[in-house]
C-alpha cells in the first residue's frame, strides 16, 4: 500500500516503513503526526484518486529527528563589471518514519 501525501509545498510517494526527509514542521522527536492531504493511495490494483484530497485519507508517521542539509553554494558574478556575489543556504528537514495509511 502507498500514498502520495502534499506537505511544505512538495509532493510525496510514501509507503508503510519508508523514512522521508520533508520540509521541517514543529514536532518533537518521537511524537506522531497525521497528514491528511492525501491526494492518492493505492492498494495492489484499487487506486484511489481526490480530488482534490482523498475524503477520509490520513497518513501517520513518528518524527525520527530534525536536521539542516548539505549548503548549497550561490555565486552571482557579472564580467568585467567587478562584480562577484557568494553566499550558502542550508535548509531545515524532519525526518518522518510512516506508520500506517488509511483511505475510507
Known amino acids: 500500500m502507498y500514498a502520495v501525501i502534499e506537505t511544505g509545498g512538495k ?11 520533508i520540509e521541517k514542521i514543529v514536532a518533537e522527536e518521537g511524537a506522531s503526526v497525521d497528514f491528511d492531504k492525501v491526494l492518492l ?10 480530488a482534490p484530497y482523498v475524503a477520509g485519507g490520513k497518513v501517520t508517521a513518528t518524527v525520527e529527528n530534525h536536521g539542516r542539509a548539505k549548503k548549497v553554494t550561490i555565486i552571482k558574478f557579472r564580467r568585467r563589471k567587478h562584480f562577484r556575489k557568494q553566499m ?12 500506517s495509511i488509511s483511505a475510507a
Do not use: A, L
Open 88 to 99: 550558502g543556504h542550508r535548509q531545515h528537514f524532519t525526518e518522518v518514519k510512516v506508520t
Open 41 to 50: 493511495v493505492g492498494d495492489g490494483e484499487k487506486i484511489t484518486i481526490g
Open 11 to 21: 509532493q510525496y510517494k510514501v509507503s508503510e516503513g519508508t523514512v522521508v526527509r
